[in-house]
């Protein structure tokens, strides 16, 4: 007689923190990686500067060019195998850069290698996380589990840096190379240790199966067709737009840089305390565990941080004025993305989740790669040489923003800042977008099939599944 007693995994929210300290573990290593990676590309090549923004297209490219696949992989199979993919993929890459640098023979295309790697792996992991959430935890712990994952946006960014110097130094690449290994073991571990959950059929799901391609696209045309969700696409196409040209790069250590006659430290400065804000959004998010309206979160969460973070740090012309600014930009960005979350995992049929919440990510950051070059083109082009001293813009905006070095990039900024303010209110303006948390039914009182005729796995064509993480 077997007298073992059937061991229960983990599950709800449990297995959700379960999960969540693996992925803290596996970030905070590859945010230590990421802080490493200049100082070794600076001992190999002569500037750092192009090797990572190539990295970082690299990876934005990779994902944004599969994440609409991924969504239909992720309504067609297992989210807990779909959540996986980001990690073994990276846990690959990271086995492979040891090996070679083991061997001495890393070189910096192979980091290129990694990061498509990587932003492929992505692209699985952000929409099977988020839709993951709607089967493990009940709707009214949507808002604790999203901010609960938020966290991760916000915390390895604060624990990267500090540890990434003193690692460099004493363990050297190889070392932190190591630890990114180890780390992605872990982050599999806890999420092979969890259960989660199979996804429910609703007519919804079993209407829009077709053939691959079909459904790639199934996201697009399901937001296309409900006018205020589309709305709401284009307050975060539009405000992603502008918030990326104003925080990029490009924009806000140049003009750092040319305000403080050289030193970029104060923008490493403001970056790091509004981590610290975005890391305690995310814990009062988790915390409170409730939006009542979260469309109308989302709207003023863009119209805040825009007026009064962008604006401000465009404007601003010392220290304490950059850091205030950016913490209050970076206070509203928890809420506008887990108030998003919330609302589409409220509203949108568990089985095709895959499919929008990839959409929904492909729209909201399509235009993100171009804003460091849009940045670039303006300010350097345009605003810096009119705002100079005797500037054509001197006479109409040198009362907000200054003249001088910096004010064309301070100046553009600020407009940026205006542009997003407007955005905002815009949806305020149109009830279908403002009031579409309303207008759209809840998910759950739409019909369910809970036995289809036919499963998924025995049609004529492998149907493949979703799988994301939230911001």
Known sequence: MNWAMPVRRPRGLQGLF???????????????????????????????????GSWESLYFGSYLLVILFAGVFVDRYPRKAMMLVYDILSLVAALLLFALAQADMLAVWH???????????????????????????????????????????????????????????????????????LSYTVSISALLLVDVPMTPHTAEGESARSEFFKEAMYGIRYILKRPGLLGLQLIFFFGNFFSGVALSVTSLFTMVSLRTGGDPSNAGTAQSAAAFAALAAGIFLTAVGGIRRPVRAILLGWILSSM???TLLG??????????????????????????????????????????????????QAMIPLTPLVAGFLGEGIFEPAMREGGQLVRYF??????????GFGLMIFLCGVAGTLVGLSGYLVRAIRDVDVILPDF??????????????SRKKSRPKKSEIEK
């Open 111 to 181: 980091l290129y290698l990694a990061a498509i790697f990587q932003g492929i792996g992505y692209a699985f992991q952000s929409p099977s996380y988020s839709a993951a959430i709607t089967t493990m935890v009940s709707k009214k712990h949507f808002v604790r589990a999203n901010g609960f994952i938020a966290l991760l946006d916000s915390a390895p960014g604060i624990l990267g840096p500090l540890l990434a110097i003193a690692l460099f130094r004493g363990v050297g690449l190889e070392g932190i190379l190591l630890i990114n290994v």
């Open 398 to 407: 040198g009362w907000i923003v200054g003249a001088g070095p910096g004010s």
């Open 315 to 364: 404007i601003g012309n010392f220290l304490l004025v950059w850091v205030i600014a950016a913490v209050v930009d970076a206070l509203f960005e928890p809420v506008v993305n887990v108030s998003m979350d919330t609302f589409l995992q409220t509203k949108i049929p568990p089985d095709v989740q895959g499919r929008v919440f990839a959409a929904s990510d492909f729209l909201a």
């Open 18 to 52: 379960i999960i969540w300290l693996g992925q803290m573990v596996s970030g905070t290593a590859s945010s230590i990686a990421f802080f490493a990676l200049p100082a070794w590309i600076l001992s190999r090549t002569a500037s750092s500067g192009n090797a990572l």
């Open 308 to 310: 009064f973070g962008l």
């Open 444 to 457: 759950d009182t739409l019909p369910k099939i809970e036995n289809p005729i036919q499963p998924a796995s």
